[in-house]
Nanobody, 123 residues
Framework: QVQLVESGGGLVQAGGSLRLSCAAS????????MGWFRQAPGKEREFVAT????????WYADSVKGRFTISRDDAKNTVYLQMSSLKPEDTAAYFC????????????????WGQGTQVTVSS
């Protein structure tokens, strides 16, 4: 069973940066596409970024393009989300997810989910 554990969330002022990490418990991470999603209170979970298992395909939500960067380190079984120029509207619980197959923007196609890490951006 693949387990995912996020870390790196916290409170930051608008314009600041944070780096989220998601560590997988098993070597199967290396053959899994990974994604980051977020959910704000009272809102549906939304796609943020995804990266294929080779790292060759990367997609971002329009709302974070140019500000967020997803990357993976297969030696550490870890995927990262570098967030810069943060805005109050980025405030949400951030979840990482993994799936066999190609990168995907669709949360319903992911098989494994972490518990989430809270990001709060103050104005």
């Amino acid at each position: 069973q693949v387990q995912l554990v996020e870390s790196g969330g916290g409170l930051v002022q608008a314009g600041g940066s944070l780096r989220l990490s998601c560590a997988a418990s098993r070597r199967t991470f290396v053959s899994s596409a990974m994604g980051w999603f977020r959910q704000a209170p009272g809102k549906e979970r939304e796609f943020v970024a995804t990266i294929s298992w080779t790292g060759g395909t990367i997609w971002y939500a329009d709302s974070v393009k140019g500000r967020f960067t997803i990357s993976r380190d297969d030696a550490k079984n870890t995927v990262y989300l570098q967030m810069s120029s943060l805005k109050p509207e980025d405030t949400a619980a951030y979840f990482c997810a993994g799936r066999r197959g190609d990168a995907s923007r669709n949360a319903g196609t992911y098989d494994h989910w972490g518990q989430g890490t809270q990001v709060t951006v103050s104005s």
